[in-house]
């Protein structure tokens, strides 16, 4: 079974950055995404990559997030700069068992999940 490992979140000031890692612990050429949950709120997606890497981003985050990947170990990184205390939130990585051209922001359609982090931004 799939197994994806989530790392780096913390406490960080507003305008600071973290970056977040992914690991998977095998290949999965499938949809992959990183998602978010602030308190008290629906989980949401940021950002979905398929796999000829084409991508797509909540507005929100867009001109402040950026995705990276090291082939060689199966992970994904998730740079965050410029936060703000509304990024409070706990973020996961997830994929699915499904492919497509463009990959959804809708979090039902990934099946497997890391644990989470929780990233905190105090302003």
């Known amino acids: 079974q799939l197994r994806l490992v989530v790392s780096g979140g913390g406490s960080v000031q507003a305008g600071g950055s973290l970056t977040l890692s992914c690991t998977a612990s095998e290949y999965n050429p499938n949809c992959m995404g ?13 950002v979905t990559i398929a ?7 909540r507005d929100s985050v867009k001109d402040r997030f950026t995705i990276s990947e ?5 992970t994904r990184y998730l740079q965050m700069n410029s ?9 996961y990585c997830a994929t699915s068992s499904r492919s497509r051209l463009t990959c959804p922001l809708v979090p039902s359609f990934y099946n497997y999940w ?9 302003s």
Do not use: H, I, M
């Open 70 to 74: 090291d082939n060689a170990t199966n």
């Open 114 to 122: 890391g644990q989470g982090t929780q990233v905190t931004v105090s």
């Open 34 to 46: 990183w998602f978010r949950q602030p308190p008290g709120k629906e989980r949401e997606g940021l």
């Open 51 to 57: 796999s000829d890497g084409s991508t797509r981003w």
């Open 83 to 91: 936060l703000k205390p509304e990024d409070t939130a706990v973020y």
